[in-house]
């Protein structure tokens, strides 16, 4: 890695005071995604600001019947705190989902949201990426991916974001403008070289998850290469609400397929009535017609969409039966 300096600011006001001074400094936590990196060559930093000791990022209390979330709070303490996964099971899943249990004991729900994005022609050696004229995500002018467009097409694979967009999270934000608050969802872009709407000041403080209608059930499954430590090929986070049989309010969140996490549209044609197979298959079309996966991974394009679509189906088939 090339030589950097490391500070520890001890209040968020501070670190968007550094980042106002110095655009080209980064923020760490968990370290988990950027780490490996930086050691790869991608990015090189003259500054590092450690969230650590900033214990304002740290909270996870309730507001009410909202949830505030900050965005230190790690995954593990997502994936085990008994009310999360007693009223909110699809945040607790996606976050113990994540890589492996050391990972998900230093990761951040901030560093997870701000995950760079993935292609097989980026997240390689320094001496890989150099003997194929890098590429357009980094130093390079082409996408391998599709050379004759004019975007990265790397692949977004948090975990995290699509079940807080099934639960129409808000994220915030605070930069040396003051805070803002956006629907999760619209703080990403479908650009896999800029994929997050930050300005270069900015800190993600944390996340506010309303309150959910009484009765909602909600999950996330992910399909992977290997059964653990590893990103998503495809990720579905879901959240249904049933009435006496009937399917009345649905929200699907996708991961792993674009190159930001997409929830799904047209959804609420499926409600207000009892969930069948022409329901099913109805979802699974609109998942098909909707994510637009590339040649980012080892596996096949078409084979992600095609999990992407049943796994939605088998989801939504499993919470509106529990």
Not at 105 to 125: E, I, P, W
């Amino acid at each position: 890695m090339t030589p950097f300096v490391l500070r520890s600011p001890k209040s968020t006001s501070e670190v968007v005071a550094l980042l106002d001074s110095n655009p080209q400094a980064r923020v760490i936590a968990g370290g988990t995604d950027l780490m490996p990196n930086l050691r790869r060559g991608i990015g090189a930093p003259d500054m590092l600001l450690d969230l650590g000791g900033i214990e304002e990022l740290k909270q996870l209390r309730r507001d009410g019947k909202a949830w505030l979330i900050g965005a230190g709070v790690t995954l593990q303490s997502l994936a085990s705190d008994s009310q999360i996964l007693a009223e909110l099971p699809v945040l607790a899943q996606a976050a113990g989902a994540v890589a492996g249990p050391s990972h998900r004991s230093v990761a951040t729900l901030g560093g997870n949201l701000c995950l760079d994005t993935r292609c097989v022609f980026y997240n390689q050696s320094q001496w890989w990426r150099q003997s194929n004229n890098y590429c357009l995500k980094y130093r390079g002018d082409v996408c391998h991916v599709a050379p004759q467009g004019a975007r990265c097409h790397a692949a977004w694979s948090g975990d995290l974001a699509p079940a807080l967009i099934a639960l129409d999270a808000s994220i915030e934000l605070l930069g040396s403008g003051g805070p803002r608050s956006l629907p999760l969802a619209d703080f990403y872009q479908d650009d896999g070289a800029k994929p997050l709407k930050l300005l270069p000041d900015e800190l993600v403080t944390g996340v506010r998850i309303p309150a959910q209608e009484a009765g909602m059930r909600c999950a996330y499954r992910k399909a992977r290469v290997r059964a653990a430590v590893d990103f998503p090929l495809a990720g579905v986070a879901m959240r249904v609400l049933m009435s006496d049989g009937v399917l009345t309010g649905l929200r699907v969140a996708l991961t792993g397929t674009n190159s930001q996490p997409i929830l799904i549209e047209g959804s609420d044609a499926l409600c207000n009535k009892a969930v069948s197979a022409e329901s099913l298959a109805a979802l699974g079309k609109l998942v098909q017609k909707q994510v637009s996966p590339m040649r980012s991974t080892v596996t096949a394009s078409n084979y992600r969409r095609q999990v992407a679509s049943t796994l939605a189906q088998r989801l939504l088939g499993e919470l509106s039966a529990s």
